[in-house]
């Protein structure tokens, strides 16, 4: 059993000095476990020998034994033939044989009983690498996930820190801001550049849409009773009589209408929030009436 306890505190001030000097404790395990493989190599050549050795005590032993039998043989011979000098010489032989044997036998069942407590002491250390290697993958997977876990970690305290959105947010609005310029910029190189007739006629154009909204207007209160409804003999309003008004056919209920003239220009920059006022103002009005 010496061989294994000096096994044993090899393996273990192997083990505490990669302890010491770990950094990865993946590769110290993997260290670990090639230092007792190597041990585990060691031992069984040591058990092949002991039981090398054994085998060869068992040889020995049962040479003499079957020398001391021949021996036995040959005084008995001897007697046979009358020749009791031989036969005395024969039984010394034998003796010395028998009593080698027995010398032998006790150092080969020693020997034997030995060897069988080294080779189970050889499975046991097998068994406890194999054990290791098993623990080994465990531990190198509880290792990762814990490098996983407190990775993770980092990166979410990391995250607690508002710098980095509040960051993020500024150059946004700055990114819309210049955009924002970008677009004004870009409108008043318009206003400023090309023909201002074509930009007087591409805005009558535009506005063309106007006769429409009071057309619909002059229906709207004709619905409403507010004014007469247009005969079916007026004549077309003439759209390129511009500021001179409307013609003599023109409906007298038209004339009296009092429609507050809007230019299309300043309707369309008339705020929202503006106009539901004007509405609520005009609904109270009516609700106290």
């Given amino acids: 059993m010496g061989i294994f306890t ?9 083990i505490n000095d990669l302890i010491s000097r770990a950094e990865n404790p993946e590769k110290m395990l993997n260290q670990i476990i090639l230092d007792m493989r190597d041990q585990l190599a060691k031992a069984k050549r040591e058990v092949a020998a ?13 040479a003499e034994v079957k020398q001391a ?12 033939e009358g020749r ?4 005395k010489q024969a039984l010394i032989r034998q003796k010395e044989h028998t009593e080698r044997a027995h010398v032998l036998q006790q150092t080969w069942e020693a020997q034997a009983g030995e060897t069988e407590k080294l080779k189970g002491s050889l499975r046991q250390l ?14 190198v997977a509880k290792q990762k996930r814990a490098q996983a876990q407190r990775r993770i970690h980092e990166t979410m305290s ?19 801001e210049e955009e924002r310029q970008s677009v004004a ?18 805005r009558l154009e535009a506005g063309s849409g106007g006769v429409d909204v009071e057309d619909q207007l002059l229906a709207l209160k004709a619905d409403m009773g507010l004014i007469a409804p247009p005969s079916t003999g007026a004549e077309p309003r003439q759209l390129e ?49």
Wanted: avoid cysteine.
């Fill in 6 to 14: 000096k096994l044993s505190t090899v393996i273990k001030s192997n």
């Fill in 50 to 62: 002991a039981i090398a050795d054994e085998r060869k005590l068992k040889s020995q032993m049962e």
């Fill in 69 to 80: 039998r021949d021996w036995q043989h040959r005084a008995m011979l001897a007697v046979k």
């Fill in 84 to 87: 009791d000098d031989l036969a």
């Fill in 126 to 139: 097998n068994d406890k690498i194999e054990e290791a290697k098993r623990k080994r993958n465990l531990l």
């Fill in 158 to 176: 990391g995250l607690s820190d508002t710098s980095a959105f509040e960051a993020f947010n500024r150059m946004a609005d700055k990114i819309e």
């Fill in 185 to 202: 910029h870009a409108e008043v190189s318009a206003e400023l550049t090309g023909d201002s007739l074509e930009h007087d006629f591409l």
């Fill in 241 to 289: 009589a511009g500021a001179k008004g409307q013609t003599d056919g023109a409906t007298p209920g038209v004339q009296d209408a009092d429609v507050e003239e809007v230019s299309d220009a300043e309707a369309d920059h008339i705020p929202e929030a503006q106009l539901l006022s004007e509405f609520d103002r005009l609904e109270g009005k009516q609700a106290e009436s």
